[in-house]
């Protein structure tokens, strides 16, 4: 594009009333010879200017970041020297070094929108300036398919509808974090696919979530796809847990989660795509489907995405991310092996230890009762049932320590054929009670609503080495 | 639904969210029609029982005077190591793995 060396150049529309009130200023001011003129909209607009140059391509007025019709600009040297918004009678006066500007005009008028910024134009002025840092094969889905059928066809979705992944709504989901499109995130079983920053970008459009949410997609994913977590293991098993996110730290409240009423529900924009976002991720780039390589009997509906955020504000513990080394104020996100949650009701117990003993009994029913060590949980602890530990001085390290005490099962309770089932552990030499968690195998966390004394125990899946661990990372490297 | 800049409806163009491999295009080989003179493996993927199958399935193979390798997975919930993976395709022509609990 030919911008001056020296001189003028002013950006224009005739949709502006601005414009065209200042459309006998630019007239006179192309007499001296030095102003140039481009025009958003029609090229014969404005009349009696010598250099009139047809912009509605909008290519200068991108170069030249112009947000305002009319925009006056200096160069000097071929550097920009100067500019003035709108219509003023003494910036024009000052920029253009010409006096008596605009006889019979009012002092100043405010401009227009730039035609770069019409929501219309702006989607494809996004693709044709930036699409070309996209690298993923484009699919063309003709006028006569219906697109959301259309991206069901193609296996994309997880059996709900998905957002259009067009090239402008991935780009815009990209502004969501700095880093580059081909940054290589993580490693995605049970494929062992690499997926960039852009593939995990293409599945939050997908998923729904917004540009702001992607950094914590971005994490979830990273934590997912580690050797700890174990996603391939997850999906393989014929039991019917899946990857579940809670997310701590200030980017909870900055993107709107839940972790109030319903926390674990729908209805949440941030909650339902974050965890959706994740799943589909696994899905399409690692190539991890149902009745494929997800082998689960069963399953359940938090497969289709399961996140949520903590209430640290209103909690007596200190925040999950904080208990696993993220340092307070950082924001982090925590991804754990989760079948559905169940609610334990306890609305006696206002002491302690009866309370911990009525949630431990609840966890005892972690994928049998007579079961132990094999199988990680998570207790999502309501703020009513909070409360009653906080009056109490209890944090996180004393409930912890009190539901392992009373997690502690009689072998005699648990033994294969005890209670006339025949299922339990094996008759062993030893009668010392036997743990039901391994160490490390509870996650504990606060949220939900102000009413209700109603916990919930989310089951695991295998937990440490030989299975799923709880993975956490920080989500701020992502932004 | 697309508009193109000539305002006329066109195709909508969305980006491939798979990791864009081409369709695995390898089938199984054919079954062979008898085991006389093969290499043939045990794999147990380590899941409770599946020695049980695979020690009855050693002792009828033996029968017929078919002598196996016996292999075994680290823990049934990770994919195999590529060393074991390696170990296996040199040393058999056939392998048979046991899923149990």
């Not at chain 1, 039901?436 to 504990?444: A, C, H, V």
């Not at chain 2, 050693?58 to 390696?86: I, N």
Request: glycine share 12%; proline share 7%; hydrophobic share 40%.
């Amino acid at each position: 594009m030919d911008l001056r060396e020296d001189g003028l150049v002013a950006v224009v529309k005739r949709d502006c009333p601005t414009c065209r009130l200042v459309e006998p200023v630019l007239a006179g001011l192309s007499r001296t010879g030095e102003l140039t003129v481009f025009t958003q909209d029609d090229p014969a607009f404005p009349d009696g200017v010598a250099d009139l140059r047809d912009d509605t391509e909008l290519s200068a007025s991108l170069a030249l970041d112009i947000e305002t019709v009319p925009t006056l600009v200096r160069f000097a040297g071929g550097v920009e020297a100067g500019r003035v918004v709108g219509w003023s009678r003494a910036q024009w006066t000052e920029l253009t070094g010409v006096a008596d500007l605009g006889e019979g005009l009012p002092e100043h008028r405010p401009g227009c929108g730039s035609r770069t910024l019409d929501p219309d134009v702006a989607e494809q002025l996004l693709v044709r300036t930036r699409g070309g840092a996209l690298r993923s094969r484009r699919l063309e889905i003709s006028a006569l398919e219906d697109e959301a059928e259309a991206l069901f066809d193609r296996g994309f979705t997880d059996g709900l509808p998905v957002v259009a992944p067009t090239p402008a709504r991935v780009l815009r989901m990209l502004e969501g974090t700095s880093h580059a499109p081909d940054e290589v995130v993580a490693v995605v079983p049970p494929n062992l696919a690499e997926a960039t920053v852009e593939k995990v970008a293409v599945n939050a459009v997908l998923a729904g979530c917004r540009p702001e949410y992607l950094p914590v997609v971005l994490a979830a994913v990273e934590a997912a796809c580690t050797d700890e977590f174990n996603a391939h293991g997850l999906l393989a098993t014929t039991w019917g847990a899946g990857p579940a996110i809670v997310v701590n730290g200030p980017v909870r409240a900055e993107i709107g989660m839940n972790w109030a009423g319903n926390a674990l529900g729908q209805g949440n924009r941030a909650n339902s795509t974050i965890g959706r976002a994740l799943q589909l991720v696994i899905r399409n780039v690692g190539g991890g489907r149902p009745r494929e390589v997800d082998r689960a009997a069963l399953g359940h509906p938090g497969k289709v995405g399961f996140c949520f955020a903590e209430d640290e504000e209103g909690s007596p513990f200190e925040p999950l991310a904080q208990s696993r080394g993220v340092p307070a104020g950082r924001s982090a996100v925590t991804v754990f092996a989760a079948e559905g949650p169940r609610g334990v009701a306890d609305q006696i117990s206002r002491r302690p230890e009866s309370l911990a003993r009525s949630l431990a009994l609840g966890l005892r029913g972690v994928v049998h009762p007579k079961l132990v060590r094999g199988f990680d949980a998570t207790l999502v602890v309501c703020p009513e049932h909070a409360r009653v530990f906080a009056e109490a001085g209890w944090d996180r390290a004393r409930l912890q320590a009190a539901l392992d005490e009373y997690l502690l099962l009689d072998r005699a309770e648990i033994t294969r054929g005890a209670g006339g089932v025949d299922e339990g552990v094996p008759a062993g030499d030893s009668d010392r009670p036997l743990a039901k968690f391994r160490p490390g195998g509870l996650l504990i966390v606060h949220a939900g609503g102000g009413a209700g004394m109603f916990s919930a125990v989310i089951g695991g899946w295998a937990g440490g080495p030989g299975g799923s661990a709880p993975v956490t990372r920080e989500v701020d490297p992502w932004r | 639904m697309a508009v193109n800049g000539t305002g006329v409806r066109g195709p909508l163009v969305v980006l491939d969210p798979t990791d864009e491999s081409a369709p695995d295009a390898r089938t199984a080989i054919a079954r062979p029609a008898s085991l006389d003179g093969l290499r043939v493996g045990l794999l147990d993927i380590s899941k409770p029982r599946g020695d049980v199958f695979l020690d009855r399935l050693a002792e009828l193979l033996a029968e017929r005077g078919v002598t196996v390798r016996r292999y075994a997975k680290p823990t049934f919930t990770k994919p195999m190591p590529p060393d074991l993976r390696r170990e296996i395709t040199t040393e058999c022509d056939v392998v048979i793995e046991a899923l149990a609990d």
